[in-house]
């Protein structure tokens, strides 16, 4: 007859596992900012310029200028001043020489009957036209066009999260030893169900 009854209650657990993850953000993405400079080509043209001059044509046919008439007018001032000067000079040194039987009222008939010079010219006096000319010119201004590229490189934000084991106990082992027989009694004939063989 048995008189011990074991029971056994294994060990119960739980383990969890997590595995090592690596998480990747990108914060900012890759930019390109270019900057494009064009190209510049600049031309400035002079026209060829003729210049036709007939001012001293005009001028020998009698077509002056107001500047033209002040100045010949000042020049023939001074001329006919000098003229007289020196006429009147001359007469004084004819009146001098009395001594040589100089008569003084034939020497003012002379000045008074004196007749002017004349000279035939042929107009114009000077070339009918004066032509100068510039020749035209043209400037060439060329700058190559520019570009200017800039990199922002990406931004990465990483995070590693290592992994994890995780092991719960839901039940711990034990030994259940339970007497399934009755009281032993010492002597026997203490039991109060002793019957005498």
């Given at each position: 007859m048995?008189?011990?009854?074991?029971?056994?209650?294994p060990?119960?657990y739980?383990?969890?596992?997590?595995?090592a993850s690596?998480?990747v953000?990108?914060?900012?993405p890759?930019?390109?900012?270019?900057r494009?400079t064009?190209?510049k080509?600049?031309?400035?043209m002079?026209?060829?310029e003729?210049?036709?001059?007939?001012s001293?044509?005009?001028?020998?046919?009698?077509y002056?200028?107001?500047?033209d008439?002040?100045?010949?007018?000042?020049?023939?001032g001074?001329?006919v001043?000098m003229?007289?000067?020196?006429?009147?000079?001359?007469?004084?040194?004819q009146?001098?020489?009395?001594?040589n039987?100089?008569?003084?009222?034939?020497?003012?008939?002379q000045?008074?009957y004196?007749?002017p010079?004349?000279?035939?010219?042929?107009?114009?006096?000077?070339g009918?036209?004066d032509?100068?000319?510039k020749p035209?010119?043209?400037?060439?201004?060329?700058?190559p066009?520019?570009?200017?590229?800039e990199?922002?490189?990406?931004?990465?934000?990483?995070e590693?999260?290592?992994?994890?084991?995780?092991?719960?106990?839901?039940q711990?082992?034990k030994?259940?030893?339970?007497?399934?027989?009755?009281?032993n009694?010492?002597?026997?004939?203490?039991?109060?169900?002793y019957?005498?063989?």
């Amino acid at each position: 007859m048995q008189l011990l009854k074991i029971t056994t209650t294994p060990i119960e657990y739980k383990i969890q596992v997590d595995h090592a993850s690596l998480k990747v953000n990108q914060n900012d993405p890759v930019q390109l900012n270019a900057r494009v400079t064009p190209l510049k080509m600049q031309i400035r043209m002079d026209n060829i310029e003729v210049r036709l001059d007939t001012s001293k044509a005009r001028h020998s046919l009698g077509y002056r200028t107001v500047t033209d008439i002040v100045g010949e007018a000042s020049q023939r001032g001074v001329q006919v001043a000098m003229d007289a000067t020196a006429q009147y000079a001359a007469i004084g040194n004819q009146m001098a020489q009395i001594q040589n039987k100089q008569d003084i009222p034939s020497i003012l008939a002379q000045s008074l009957y004196r007749q002017p010079t004349t000279t035939t010219v042929f107009l114009p006096v000077h070339g009918g036209l004066d032509i100068s000319w510039k020749p035209n010119e043209m400037d060439l201004k060329f700058e190559p066009g520019t570009i200017h590229n800039e990199w922002q490189s990406a931004k990465f934000n990483m995070e590693y999260v290592p992994s994890r084991y995780q092991m719960s106990i839901l039940q711990y082992p034990k030994v259940t030893i339970e007497y399934v027989g009755g009281p032993n009694y010492v002597p026997p004939s203490a039991d109060p169900n002793y019957e005498e063989k």
